[in-house]
């Protein structure tokens, strides 16, 4: 099982990035997927997540009304789409693919991508 996340970048304040997390050697349509980060110093935190079922998303309150967590099966792949970055939104972010939504939104996954680095910088 391999996610790989990739998307990251400088960007300004203001500016969009759109993260994408690939799935190899399973199929992501039988997981939910979170997307995660951790800012330097912190503890990593929950920033999205997106059931396997009716694709009901859930987002954190710092993101909410900026990203927009989506996913598409048939590429075998999810996004996280930022917008209106804040400086506060540099992170590593990573995505993570679990049976459970619960354990999701738990901050837990079985199966992690290796993390993309976002600065959001001027």
């Known amino acids: 099982v391999q996610l790989q996340a990739c998307g990251g970048g400088l960007v300004q304040p203001g500016g969009s990035l759109r993260l994408s997390c690939a799935a190899s050697?399973?199929?992501?349509?039988?997981?939910?997927i979170g997307w995660f980060r951790q800012a330097p110093g912190k503890e990593r935190e929950g920033v999205s997540c997106?059931?396997?079922?009716?694709?009901?998303?859930y987002y954190a309150d710092s993101v909410k009304g900026r990203f927009t967590i989506s996913r598409d099966n048939a590429k075998n792949t999810a996004y996280l789409q930022m917008n209106s970055l804040k400086p506060e939104d540099t992170a590593v972010y990573y995505c993570a693919a679990d049976p459970f939504l619960s354990r999701l939104r738990d901050g837990r996954s079985d199966y992690w991508g290796q993390g993309t680095e976002v600065t959001v910088s001027s």
């Open positions: 997106i059931s396997r079922g009716d694709g009901s998303t």
């Open positions: 050697e399973f199929t992501l349509d039988y997981y939910d």
